[in-house]
Structures are given as structure tokens and as C-alpha cells.
């Protein structure tokens, strides 16, 4: 039994934690001032901007590996993207 056509994978809640998490990421990467051109590109972790801008937001959902490159990325533990989310 799958799902029916048209059935959402992710809820509205869920969404709602990406979008949060997406603003975090852009918010500590401005902080930075850093441009995505800085902290994308072939010789990077994250090789796609078009990827990142993405995750900013909040568009996709990430896996562990992902989240834990984007905090290396920016030079950070990952835990400081969770805070006050």
C-alpha cells in the first residue's frame, strides 16, 4: 500500500521547522558576511549554490550529512544551527 497521488511528504509542521532552519542558516551566514559564492563552489563542501540558496529556503530537507557540512561551512558547531529554533 502506497501512498495516494497527491499525498504530501512533508507536513505543514515540517515545513515550518525548514523554513526556521533555512532563515537560521542565512541569518548566521549573513552574520558572517558571507555571500553563498563564498561558502559554494566545486573546490567547497557544497558544491551547488542553487542547492544552498534552497535550504535557505527552506525548500528542502536536509540529511545529517548535509546539515553537519553546512556548519563546517560556516565554521561552526553544528548545534548552533538549532538554537532558537
Request: proline letters at 2%; a positive charge.
Amino acid at each position: 500500500m502506497g501512498l495516494a497521488k497527491g499525498t504530501a511528504l512533508i507536513s505543514s509542521t515540517d515545513k515550518k521547522i525548514l523554513k526556521a532552519l533555512g532563515e537560521r542558516i542565512r541569518e548566521i551566514r549573513e552574520k558572517k558576511k558571507l555571500t553563498v559564492y563564498d561558502v559554494t563552489g566545486e573546490d567547497l563542501l557544497i558544491k551547488s549554490r542553487q542547492h544552498w540558496q534552497k535550504i535557505e529556503a527552506g525548500q528542502l530537507s536536509l540529511t545529517f550529512v548535509t546539515f553537519y557540512k553546512i556548519a563546517q561551512s560556516l565554521e561552526i558547531p553544528p548545534v548552533e544551527l538549532l538554537k532558537g529554533l
